[in-house]
């Protein structure tokens, strides 16, 4: 598939567990972001990744909130002791370099926290 | 803080209307601005602009950036029941190495037979 691809589609979690969120990005990109979006939102910026280099985290929204790319392509979102504020659809979107290009948007996992 | 707005939020239409989509920032070094489509799954991109006054087309869709005023508009001719979506628009702010996007919260798009 030449897209990026996200895991799982749709996850229910009960308040207090915790969460992984996977992001296969297109092969070769360099930089890769993730999103929350809130029902009736715009996704809001939460991490940035330049190959395995985690850049910018100013908009993860709490210390529950961790991710990782450890090896520069597949990415990870961690939500710890999830509460039902997180509940949105993660979006995680690729770009091929630094300059002045658009980003690629995977299908997004929809969680629920109940 | 960097901001977009969109307006209208939402937009009812029949099919072969022309739509015109507006979207206002205020963000610290202006690199471009892009905007998406969303369907109910993953945006996909439409255009990014950079420079004002210069069109961007694609089929029925057109794009247009006027820097000076900040804003840009998104126009749709010739309407058709597949353009129903949520359009978002985005701003990709300076300051670092990278396109860091702040986004509106969208115009939904809906095109009756």
């Known amino acids: 598939g030449a897209g990026v691809s996200q895991s799982p589609r749709y996850k229910v979690a009960k308040r207090g567990q915790d969460v992984a969120l996977r992001c296969d990005p297109i092969?070769?990109?360099?930089?890769l972001f993730w999103y929350q979006q809130a029902l009736g939102q715009g996704p809001e910026f939460l991490t940035y990744?330049?190959?395995?280099?985690?850049?910018?985290k100013s908009g993860l929204p709490s210390d529950r909130f961790f991710a990782e790319r450890p090896e520069g392509s597949v990415s990870t979102l961690k939500i710890q002791r999830t509460q039902q504020e997180d509940s949105a659809v993660y979006l995680c979107?690729?770009?091929?370099?630094?300059?002045?290009?658009?980003?690629?948007f995977g299908p997004g996992t929809r969680l629920t926290v109940t | 803080e960097d901001k977009v707005v969109q307006s209208p939020l939402s937009l009812v239409v029949h099919e072969g209307d022309t739509v015109t989509l507006n979207c206002s920032y205020e963000?610290?070094?202006?690199?471009?601005l892009l905007w998406y489509k969303q369907e109910k799954k993953a945006p996909t991109f439409l255009f990014m602009l950079t420079s004002s006054g210069i069109e961007k087309k694609s089929g029925r869709l057109s794009s247009i950036l006027d820097k000076k005023e900040l804003f840009s508009i998104l126009n749709i001719t010739a309407t058709q029941t597949g353009d129903s979506a949520v359009y978002l628009c985005?701003?990709?702010?300076?300051?670092?190495?990278?396109?860091?996007?702040?986004f509106g919260q969208g115009t939904i798009l809906t095109v009756h037979p």
């Open positions: 963000v610290t070094n202006f690199r471009s």
């Open positions: 985005a701003v990709e702010s300076g300051g670092t190495s990278y396109g860091k996007l702040t």
């Open positions: 092969s070769g990109h360099v930089s």
């Open positions: 990744f330049q190959n395995e280099a985690q850049l910018d």
């Open positions: 979107a690729s770009s091929p370099g630094l300059d002045y290009y658009e980003q690629y």
